[in-house]
């Protein structure tokens, strides 16, 4: 029986002391190799053309050319699975990192601090399990000046009468970008409130919703528990916190007994389906796994609206493709249509 290829990894920082670390960490695996080292975005880039390697981590702030161009470039012409680490998670560098996986990036996690660097089994455990799920995902190419994030035409999706009075939306990997497409593509004067899990790595939610917020019309705000909803305004449950809804005020629980992603798209779409029955919207975008799909079909069987992303839209189309398979979702869209299937179903709705 041949010998399982190894995972062949580009780290590009501009640190030689972060560098040195991620090969430490990532050689202590014997399925990764690290084939290069670039200290610069144009190094990246050329290597990754020179190299092909299944994966590129990389730094977003580097001489010459910064992670963020190299992404670009990199998912352009040579598309490689590519996992920002960053050191910036929070002000205005942490735009820049989401920026990335608007860009064609998959995933952002933060660059562990020298402090840290003691405990390297410790603080590479993630590092690690990122490299070898995301070493394994097609990635597509990105080409420079593509389509914006502009509202999307109504009519994608039928629309019904009934009165909605909530969004509720699960996403994973390739999920910010796939938000920044949904939310951007609603009015300032949405009539309801949206309530969103999504799986990102510790730190990194205030850095989305900042991010977010600046590049949509409705207000984006982390959550806090005991919140009254309000139109408008989209929720973040904090990482680490399954948020769930009742009446119009936000709840945080604690995770269940081997629960695999916190916060939970199922934990939240089931709490929507106990609540408001079929006057939600559920909608199920990009992502690993299957987390959302029995809570959507929950949603779908109490007849709300169901929506999950189509396959070529998808970064990874785990979870959209679970909730299919188990009927939950009513319609498939492209992620440029998703807000006018959302529109469609709101158009007659009012506020909690």
């Known amino acids: ?207 989305l919703v900042s991010w977010l917020d600046g590049g949509t019309r409705i207000k984006v705000l982390e959550a806090s528990d005991g919140d009254r909803v309000r139109a408008g305004t989209a929720y973040f449950a904090p990482t680490g916190s399954n948020m769930i809804i009742e009446g119009n005020t936000i709840r945080f629980e604690a995770a269940g007994q081997g629960q695999l992603y916190i916060p939970s798209a199922d934990t939240l779409f089931e709490s929507v389906a106990r609540g408001f029955g079929s006057r939600a919207v559920g909608v199920l975008l990009t992502g690993m796994g299957a987390d959302g799909a029995n809570g959507l079909k929950r949603m779908h069987d109490r007849g709300a609206v169901t929506i999950a992303q189509n396959e070529e839209t998808c970064v990874v189309y785990g979870m959209p493709r679970a909730a299919i398979e188990l009927g939950a979702a009513g319609e498939v869209l492209a992620i440029e249509d998703i807000a006018a299937g959302i529109l469609a179903h709101t158009a007659q709705s009012g506020a909690l």
């Open 1 to 207: 029986m041949p010998a399982k290829k190894q995972i062949r990894v580009v780290i590009a920082d501009d640190s030689l002391v972060a560098r040195e670390m991620l090969a430490q960490i990532l050689a202590s695996d014997p399925s990764i190799e690290v084939v290069g080292q670039a200290k610069n975005g144009e190094e990246a880039v050329e290597m990754v053309a020179n190299l092909r390697p299944d994966l590129v981590t990389m730094d977003i702030h580097m001489p010459k050319m910064d992670g963020l161009t190299a992404t670009e470039k990199i998912m352009a012409f040579t598309p490689t699975p590519i996992l920002v680490v960053s050191s910036s998670v929070h002000g205005e560098g942490m735009g820049s990192a989401f920026d990335a996986l608007a860009r064609g990036a998959l995933e952002v996690i933060k660059k562990p601090e020298p402090k840290e660097w003691a405990d390297l089994e410790r603080i590479g455990r993630d590092l690690l399990r990122k490299v070898k799920v995301l070493a394994n995902v097609r990635v597509i190419t990105h080409i420079s000046g593509r389509r914006g994030h502009g509202a999307p035409p109504i009519g994608a999706a039928s629309g019904s009468q009934i009165d909605r009075r909530i969004v509720a939306i699960g996403s994973s990997t390739g999920g910010p970008s796939a938000l920044l497409t949904v939310l951007s593509g609603l009015p300032a004067e949405f009539p309801l409130p949206v309530l969103i899990a999504q799986h990102i790595a510790d730190g990194f939610v205030p850095g």
